[in-house]
């Protein structure tokens, strides 16, 4: 590996190497060498709006910004004189001049600090500590760093009414310096463009063009503005109440199979906010609502439960584990294996699922175990699942020349996959959408298809019969009108590209005829050569498989063997069991809805929320989140991801591992040999080596079904609209109001 070139600068009589393509702030900062900027960051191009960073430069005329200055051999460079320290004491005067700044200059500050700390809870900013960033403004510290101590201009207030219609965060404008980070983020990282610069001068002020909602703005509310901006004027609905965070844990989100990394803030006791981290190397930085604003309110959800519940006539009444685990072992005791479902959640983390599998099979004897896909996609699940085990690294769609796009939007959902399509797209890929309704790739769509589902199988098999110069059949009559001449084109790109992606989304698994559109892009993979990337939102489907808490497959049966012979069709075989048979007992572990269950006698219930219908279980176990738990995740791209525990349990809320160990134990079926996460992975590691810290993409054999599919009885079963954990993936809690987002 050859070393980077690099050449020497001189910073404040310190000589540094730097890298020929780095401006004087990015190298002056990778030595801890302090340069203030607000309008900087490290994932934006240079811009130069603040002029608080800048210098003095040998051989230079006047104070050159050091964030637009690139870095030059021998350069010599001076941050700390007295005429740049006086330069940005002004320039930072005029920020000040519309901006309120008692909370910086006023002589009270530490008693403010001492008996008003609440205060920063109210809607408008009007004194020292009425702001929602007080204490972790970037304006503060700067002004601290640089040692302003006073201002000789006149404080104009702009007077801006605070905005607070839109869910998740509001803005207050009057705390705004003009930065322009949100700008550049919203266009420029996420390629959304809802954010502008509107009117002019003293009025000047930020938002979606022609007065218009973020909403109807087409907003993703991805939260990436509000991460960038460096004072209190954008700011977070629920976090802002919690005021300076503690700590912070590095963790997965859990909401989706994109395995996005977060940041989660903490209290002693509470996650009070989760940033995105850019420097992952999954998704870098690139998260979506869920992930920013959905986790506070759901893990302190008013809902949530905290103790064990057993119902009676009047009603629920708490109960200790004790009794719980009692209650649950004496139902399990003696119950035939057919007697029995056990239906289990791919939200769970990896090594909950493994002790799920080991329960089911080693203290049930049974392979009965369902889980939300086999509801979801009934006959149709060997092909989807073949296709998700073999989904390609999101890094495909970069490289791409011609993208296909079915049932995908990434408006609520699935942002690293959206916006590496929408990069390719203005990267000059040739970006074809097919959906039942506008997505967000619509705009950089060459072609956009908005048909209902039940015609999403003719435009594929149209795209090919294009791609292979055929002659299109009667029943593609109406789509050869509507966009013959824009299609010939988009085709024509797809049979010279070496290169096509086809981005498949989770609209596939509630359509009709998904059947018909799964058989459309099997030939477009195998016959056509096509990558295919599937966003689905079963978090930890491919954890499921690897584990086998799946019916006929075991622990490590799915996983190809690295000297396995590519020539060699390898399969497992997945067990369909009759989901209309009536059981003694259903036990529910993680998932919400009950409306696709068969008849039972007793329902216990495992999970955090409670269920969104009107079925009751008999009894509920309380567990531990995402946010409370450690363990791994395998994303929809087969890496290994870890989970770290960021709180401890709320109330007495248990991880799902240590509950059906202690079921196990008190049924008298023998002693499972782990006490914590790292034992559970010590025995994971035996079948799976060298697992978690598997280096390369986990690789899956294919499925095949045997048997016939046994349904729930009325024809196909009512789609499972999955969630994580008690709240549909299509919704995300504001306050107190649920906000449906399509598309997620």
């Not at 690294?393 to 049932?407: H, N, R, S, W, Y």
């Amino acid at each position: 590996m050859t070393k980077e070139k690099t050449i020497q600068i001189t910073i404040d009589n310190k000589t540094i190497d730097a890298r020929p393509n780095q401006t004087i702030l990015q190298a002056a900062r990778e030595y801890q060498i302090y340069i203030p900027s607000l309008c900087a960051m490290e994932h934006l191009s240079s811009y130069g709006a603040c002029r608080l960073c800048v210098v003095e430069v040998d051989g230079l005329r006047g104070f050159p910004t050091s964030c637009t200055t690139p870095v030059e051999e021998g350069m010599v460079i001076r941050t700390d004189t007295a005429e740049v320290k006086g330069l940005r004491q002004e320039v930072l005067k005029l920020l000040l001049s519309e901006h309120p700044a008692s909370c910086l200059f006023c002589t009270e500050q530490d008693e403010c600090k001492q008996y008003m700390g609440t205060i920063r809870k109210v809607g408008a900013t009007t004194g020292c500590r009425y702001c929602p960033n007080d204490h972790r403004c970037e304006l503060q510290q700067i002004a601290e760093n640089i040692g302003l101590t006073e201002t000789s201009y006149p404080v104009y207030y702009r007077n801006f009414p605070v905005e607070k219609y839109d869910p998740f965060y509001d803005r207050d404008y009057n705390l705004c310096i003009l930065c322009g980070r949100c700008v550049r983020v919203c266009n420029n990282v996420r390629l959304n463009g809802t954010l502008s610069f509107k009117q002019r001068g003293r009025v000047t002020t930020i938002g979606p063009a022609f007065d218009r909602s973020h909403i109807d703005a087409g907003c993703e509310f991805c939260g990436a503005c509000v991460t960038a901006c460096p004072t209190g004027a954008l700011s977070v609905k629920v976090s802002k109440w919690y005021g300076r965070p503690e700590g912070q844990v590095a963790t997965t989100c859990n909401y989706c199979s994109a395995g996005c990394r977060l940041i989660l803030q903490t209290t002693k006791t509470d996650v009070i906010d989760a940033l995105p981290d850019y420097d992952s190397a999954v998704e870098h930085g690139i998260i979506c609502v869920k992930g920013r604003f959905g986790i506070t309110e759901y893990v302190h959800s008013p809902l949530r439960y905290g103790t064990p519940k057993e119902m009676t006539p009047a009603g629920y009444n708490d109960i200790s584990w004790e009794e719980a685990i009692a209650k649950a072992a004496g139902k399990l005791s003696g119950l035939k294996p057919d007697d029995c479902l056990i239906v289990v959640s791919p939200q769970l983390l990896t090594e909950d699922l493994f002790v799920a599998q080991q329960f089911i099979r080693q203290v049930t004897g049974s392979e009965e175990v369902a889980s939300s896909f086999i509801f979801d996609l009934d006959g149709d699940a060997a092909s989807f699942i073949n296709l998700a085990l073999a989904s390609e690294p999101f890094e495909t769609i970069e490289k791409a020349q011609g993208i296909l796009a079915v049932g995908f939007d990434s408006t609520y959902g699935y942002s690293p996959i959206g916006v590496k399509a929408k990069q390719a797209a203005q990267a000059g890929a040739s970006l074809m959408s097919l959906n039942s309704f506008e997505s967000n790739l619509d705009l950089l769509s060459k072609i956009a298809f908005v048909v209902n589902s039940s015609r999403w199988a003719d435009v594929l098999d149209l795209t090919m019969s294009r791609m292979s110069k055929g002659k299109a059949e009667k029943r593609f009559a109406d789509l050869v009108e509507m966009w013959g001449s824009d299609l010939n084109k988009t085709c024509e790109t797809f049979s010279c590209s070496s290169h096509n992606v086809l981005i498949v989304g989770p609209g596939i698994i509630d359509s009709p005829d998904r059947g018909k559109i799964l058989r459309s892009i099997e030939r477009m993979k195998n016959e056509y050569s096509w990558k295919v990337v599937v966003a689905h939102q079963y978090t930890n489907l491919a954890g499921m498989f690897a584990m086998g808490a799946c019916p006929g497959i075991k622990p490590g049966e799915m996983i190809k063997e690295a000297s396995a012979d590519k020539a060699v069709v390898l399969k497992a075989e997945l067990i369909h069991i009759d989901l209309r048979k009536k059981r003694k007992l259903i036990y529910l572990i993680g998932d919400a809805s009950f409306d696709s269950l068969p008849e039972c006698e007793f329902l216990i219930y495992q999970n955090a929320l409670p269920p969104q219908c009107s079925r009751q279980p008999d009894l509920i176990l309380p567990v531990s989140l995402f946010t409370e738990a450690s363990g791994t995740v395998i994303s929809a791209e087969g890496r290994v991801l870890q989970v770290k525990e960021a709180v401890a349990p709320y109330m007495d809320s248990k991880p799902d591992w240590w509950i059906l160990k202690s079921i196990a134990e008190k049924m008298g079926k023998g002693k499972m040999k782990f006490n914590d996460v790292s034992s559970i992975q010590g025995e994971i590691k035996k079948i799976i080596k060298g697992f978690p810290a598997v280096k390369k993409r986990i690789e899956f054999k294919e499925i095949e079904v045997k048997g016939n599919v046994k349904t729930h009885g009325k024809g196909k079963p009512a789609a499972w609209k999955s969630s994580y954990r008690g709240i549909p993936l299509g919704e995300v809690v504001s306050g107190i109001k649920v906000i449906e987002l399509k598309g997620g």
